[in-house]
């Protein structure tokens, strides 16, 4: 989701910005020493992606839904290319259509840029190790697409809270995005999978690099699940005023993040409930992305290509 | 010396095929050649060699002369500056946000100053016809005219040879008159590989007809298009614009 | 893609298009961190804000109604992630505030994007020093994105006059494969303009 402008406060908007600036400049230095072939590919691939996020795919009732396709462009091009690839259609999008607020940006590269396809990436990395084949790849690609898809709207709901945004915004963000993800998952599954069936060279072919570069990726979403863990547990573990008071005081947010916390009385429990509520939901999200993830293997891949040798991300 | 000299050329496609098959050409300087035959023939491979975008990894052996300098790894460069060439879709040429920036990337390459600059793009956008056509979107532009930017982006470098693949595909007849009428002017030696037969009659004294990489006729194009059963033989056929240009053929 | 319209019409020459591109870009930015700085509550600012950005608009010759028409399209999202503060202390009052102080600010990004086009803002970025190969993705990028869409919506118009069971997997399977497809197309024509680039020189 794209915030606008207004939402965020000066201090998170500028610390994200801070963030995503810097992570855009390792993402840059890293494609850089891709070879000048591909380039053109990068335009290519942003022009692709945000082609591909305006075509409507209709979900019910005059409601439709579309691709982000954080995931997608970093199987196809490669995580290092994806995040300048995001990155570059975030900026477009906003300064060409107003889609997210320009001191927004920072965030939004953050969220959508940043850390969707880099987890992703992490996620899709690990899975197709672990389950070889076409096959393999489509549960991975499909799992890591509602995995990024929910890492974006955690990033987002904690920018919101600690912006002062009523402390719903948590478990309202996660809960609808652990829905909005198996559509992504379906669509980069469907996608990735007739690109295969045509053209399997053009996946990015960095997965085929030694296994310790395969590490760094591994490593970096091992600590923002690590920080997702954190932000997500704590409140079950303290109270959740106490917990987010300590955080926000820490990094000098505490005045912004003052209405975040509930008056007194009775408050509490519900906010307990609900974290534990929203826990259990992801939980269960989770399982079920991934089993879903493996119908749509089997679904969109023929049985013949399924163990082929070679083909070993 | 002649402009472009091709010895006993062969190239094979990563898949096997073959796409060329010893081709010997020689074009003089300031010449008008057309290059035709049936689709696959290996014209458009052909053209590739002409300014070293093919074979992908140039070697010593230079099968390929420009003004009498083999084509090798290290003057690829300086060939590209005589050598112009113009791809069959102008929106792969055009790959500048602006008329004004792409026909300029040229230039830039070759480091003249900004005035420079901007002089030669102007110079080079009213000979095509497209003044004042400096901010517009590429997007924005007619077939036509998109091809003009083509040739002008060509022009700006100064190029002493101009390659063109299939120039007028894709035109309404006004389109075409207009490419044809610039072309005439333009002193340059040429290479076109068309399917117009038009073209070939009203442009190109002599025209080279391939099939499946082998360089089947070579001559004045007035003798090989008039030649019916050769034309039929290759995927062609006698263009009738022969019988009002030249009704005694 | 009517940014690409709106852009177009922005060729005629009011006093905004001769300010330089970068004054504009960061008279944007300054007035938006200004409007989100202010605290809550302070409708008469806001409606001086305004007021000021309509008087702007009329002298730069936009027309409201497209401002309008694009306020509209973006509105539903403020609205809905606003309305999480009815359910907060600030209340109505909050909700109001931030939903005033992020129209605002949208109102100035149209503005922005009605009176300048894509290509100052690039030459803006190149001034800054903008990582080479962030700028090259965004210019080529822009160049491209007409050219695809027009060939998404292609595609698309060729798979649906054959198709005749609507049902919607088979949709999503199509415009899946259309999609794919794009990819498959893009990623060919990036060799060529790579081929392109090269022939002209490119370093």
């Avoid at chain 1, 610390?15 to 400049?25: K, Y």
């Avoid at chain 1, 970096?220 to 008071?245: H, R």
């Avoid at chain 3, 970068?22 to 804000?49: D, K």
């Amino acid at each position: 989701m794209h915030i606008p402008d207004g939402f965020l406060s000066a201090r998170t908007a500028a610390a994200a910005a801070v963030l995503s600036a810097g992570a855009l400049g390792v993402a840059l230095n890293v494609a850089r020493s891709l070879p000048r072939r591909r380039v053109p590919l990068m335009g290519l691939t942003a022009a692709f992606i945000f082609a591909a996020q305006m075509i409507n795919f209709p979900i019910a009732a005059g409601t439709s839904g579309h691709l982000v396709g954080a995931v997608l462009a970093a199987v196809l091009v490669g995580p290092a290319a994806a995040v300048v690839v995001m990155s570059a259609v975030l900026i477009v999008q906003c300064v060409l259509l107003g889609d997210g607020g320009l001191t927004a940006l920072g965030a939004n590269i953050f969220n959508m840029a940043v850390a969707a396809p880099v987890f992703g990436y992490a996620v899709y990395g690990l899975i197709s190790r672990l389950l070889p084949g076409t096959r393999g790849r489509i549960v991975a690609a499909a799992f890591a697409g509602w995995c990024a898809t929910v890492i974006a709207a955690l990033c987002c709901a904690v920018e919101l809270a600690f912006s002062g945004i009523h402390w719903v915004v948590f478990p309202a963000m996660i809960n609808v995005h652990l829905l909005i993800g198996i559509g992504e998952a379906t669509l980069t599954a469907l996608i990735l999978s007739a690109i295969i069936r045509t053209r399997p060279e053009l996946l990015d072919a960095s997965a085929a690099e030694p296994a310790r570069r395969r590490m760094i990726p591994l490593v970096v979403a091992g600590l923002l699940v690590a920080i997702a863990l954190a932000v997500f547990i704590s409140p079950l573990g303290s109270d959740w005023p106490d917990g987010l008071e300590k955080v926000a005081e820490h990094f000098g947010f505490a005045a912004s993040s003052r209405t975040v916390l509930p008056p007194a009385l009775g408050l509490d429990s519900k906010i307990r409930t609900t974290a534990w509520a929203t826990a259990l939901a992801s939980a269960v999200g989770t399982v079920l992305a991934f089993g879903l993830s493996l119908l749509l293997a089997r679904w969109l891949v023929p049985n013949r290509s399924a163990g082929r040798n070679g083909e070993h991300p | 010396m002649n402009a472009i000299e091709i010895s006993d050329l062969h190239f094979r496609y990563p898949d096997g095929k073959i796409a060329l098959d010893g081709i010997s050409l020689s074009i003089p300087e300031g010449h008008t050649v057309a290059l035709i035959g049936p689709n696959g023939a290996g014209k458009s491979t052909l053209l590739l060699h002409l300014n070293g975008l093919l074979p992908e990894k140039l070697g010593q052996d230079g099968r390929v002369k420009i003004f009498d300098r083999p084509i090798t790894a290290k003057n690829v460069d300086e060939i590209r500056r005589d050598v112009g060439l113009l791809f069959q879709d102008p929106d792969d040429q055009i790959f500048c946000p602006t008329v004004f920036e792409d026909v300029a990337f040229g230039p830039q390459q070759l480091a003249l100053g900004d005035q420079a600059i901007a002089q030669r793009v102007t110079e080079v956008l009213d000979r095509v016809g497209l003044s004042g056509f400096d901010d517009r979107l590429p997007h924005h532009l007619s077939g036509g005219e998109k091809r003009r930017v083509c040739l002008a982006g060509v022009l700006a470098c100064d190029c002493r040879i101009l390659v063109l693949d299939e120039p007028t595909s894709d035109l309404d007849p006004r389109g075409k008159r207009q490419l044809k009428d610039l072309l005439r002017q333009l002193p340059a030696t040429k290479v076109i590989a068309t399917h117009d037969l038009e073209l070939v009659a009203e442009l190109c004294p002599r025209a080279v007809l391939m099939d499946a990489g082998r360089l089947i006729a070579d001559g004045p194009s007035l003798h090989i298009l008039a030649d019916e059963p050769l034309m039929l033989q290759h995927g062609l056929e006698k263009p009738h614009i022969l019988q009002h240009l030249h009704p005694h053929v | 893609m009517n940014a690409a319209h709106t852009e177009a019409r922005s060729l005629s020459r009011t006093w905004m298009q001769r300010l330089p591109a970068s004054l504009r870009l960061a008279a944007a930015f300054a007035l938006i961190t200004a409007v989100i700085l202010l605290p809550a509550g302070h409708w008469r600012v806001y409606a001086a804000i305004a007021g000021a950005l309509v008087v702007i608009a009329a002298a730069a010759r936009v027309s409201m109604l497209s401002v309008l028409k694009r306020l509209a399209l973006l509105e539903p999202i403020i609205i809905g992630v606003a309305a999480l503060s009815l359910l907060g202390p600030a209340g109505l009052r909050g909700f109001l505030s931030i939903l005033a102080k992020s129209s605002l600010c949208l109102f100035v990004m149209i503005l922005l994007s009605t009176t300048t086009r894509f290509t100052e803002i690039l030459r803006v970025l190149r001034a800054i020093h903008t990582p080479w190969l962030l700028l090259t993705t965004l210019t080529l990028m822009y160049r491209y994105i007409f050219v695809l869409a027009e060939e998404g919506h292609r595609m698309r118009r060729a798979r649906l006059s054959r198709t005749f069971n609507r049902g919607r997997w088979r949709t999503w399977k199509n415009l899946g494969t259309v999609i794919a497809q794009l990819f498959v197309r893009s990623s060919e024509r990036a060799e060529r303009i790579y081929a392109a680039m090269c022939a002209r020189g490119w370093k």
